[in-house]
Structure formats: structure tokens, C-alpha cells
């Protein structure tokens, strides 16, 4: 399956056109480079813009309709029971890459009980496993922002795996009766 788009796509800084798996006039979905845990994908505005103030009228509404659109998606095809759909915005959230963008985690009962609970995400989401900036860099660069910590089991995915997952995902958009 080809590109959904003959132009390229950012997020930030960041060429992630091959991981875009649904495009709306003003927003796009991708797949993430190293997921918090299955399934985890972005929503982000097509216009980059850090802070959802900057966002006008119209790209908010495309913005949180596409989010709740992937959600259920996302929620079907990784048997999800629960989602987390989260914004870091600002550096002082922790947003890392400044382009507005909303993370979609499906969740499933005791999927996090060995890291202690369902509220890990957000420590998770905080920290360094959640910096997806330092792991596009790490990707685009070849090398560590930050030194690894407590982090081995988290490796980033290639460039062939995101595609096959954005695939994957954009024929289960084109399936679904909501998009």
C-alpha cells in the first residue's frame, strides 16, 4: 500500500509521512516510533503550531473529531477496555516535539500491574519513555539524546514494522463505519 499522501507529512522537525496511517483536510494519524505499549499512536494537526492555543477553530474541531474517530479504531483492533488519550501541552507538560499532538494509548486491564498499576502511564508519558522527540532525534540522528535508563525492553521500531502497522491501520480506518 502506497503513502496515504504524495507530500510529505511532519510532526515537528520530523519526516513521518511512511508511519501516517489517516488523513483528514486539517489532521493526520501515525503510528509511534517506540509506543508506550500496543497500539499507542499520535493525532496531530497538519499545521505546525506548538501549543493547542495556536490552533483555530476549525483545526481544534478536526483535531478532537479525528482523535475520538481513531480512538474507537484503535480501541477494536488492539481489544482495548479503556483508552488514554493525552496532550502535553507546553515543555513545562512535558511536550517534547513542538507540534500539538495527542497521544492514543488502548489500555486492557492489569496491562501495567508490573509497573505498578494502571496509573504508570503517566510517569510513563512524563518520562523518557514518553519523550518522543529524543526518539525521533535518536532515529533521525544515530544516536542518544539522554543516556538509556531503565528503558531496555522499549527499542525503537523500523521504518518497515511502523509501515506495515500504518498500513494495517488505514485499512481498518477505511473499514470502520465512523471515519
Same mark, same amino acid.
Given at each position: 500500500?502506497?503513502?496515504? #499522501? ?13 508511519? %501516517?496511517? =489517516? ?47 481513531? #480512538?474507537?479504531? +484503535?480501541?477494536?483492533?488492539?481489544? *482495548?477496555?479503556?483508552?488514554? +488519550? ?13 507540534? %500539538? =499532538? ?16 494502571? !496509573?504508570?502511564?503517566? !510517569? /510513563? ?6 519523550? %518522543?522527540?529524543?526518539?525521533?532525534? @535518536?532515529? !533521525? &540522528? ?6 538509556? %535508563? !531503565? ?8 521504518? @518497515?514494522? /511502523?509501515? &506495515?502497522?500504518?498500513?494495517?491501520? *488505514? ?6 463505519? =465512523?471515519?
Amino acid at each position: 500500500m502506497p503513502p496515504l #499522501s504524495t507530500k510529505p507529512i511532519h510532526f515537528g522537525a520530523f519526516l513521518v509521512t511512511s508511519q %501516517v496511517f =489517516h488523513l483528514t483536510p486539517l489532521s493526520f494519524a501515525f503510528v509511534n516510533l517506540r509506543p508506550l505499549l500496543p497500539g499507542h499512536v499520535l493525532v496531530s494537526p497538519r499545521r505546525v503550531v506548538p501549543r493547542l492555543c495556536d490552533l483555530s477553530h476549525d483545526e481544534v474541531t478536526d483535531l478532537f473529531l479525528t482523535v475520538q474517530n481513531i #480512538s474507537r479504531v +484503535v480501541e477494536r483492533v488492539y481489544g *482495548a477496555t479503556g483508552l488514554n +488519550v493525552a496532550i502535553q501541552d507546553g515543555v513545562d507538560a512535558g511536550q517534547s516535539v513542538p507540534h %500539538v =499532538h495527542t497521544h492514543i494509548v488502548p489500555r486492557k486491564a492489569a496491562d501495567l500491574e508490573q509497573r505498578g498499576g494502571q !496509573d504508570a502511564i503517566y !510517569d /510513563m508519558l512524563e518520562g523518557e519513555e514518553g519523550d %518522543v522527540g529524543a526518539h525521533l532525534k @535518536e532515529r !533521525d &540522528q544515530g544516536r542518544p539524546k539522554f543516556p538509556k %535508563v !531503565d528503558d531496555t525492553k522499549r527499542q525503537n521500531r523500523s521504518e @518497515e514494522e /511502523m509501515a &506495515q502497522e500504518a498500513e494495517w491501520l *488505514a485499512r481498518e480506518c477505511n473499514e470502520s463505519s =465512523h471515519l
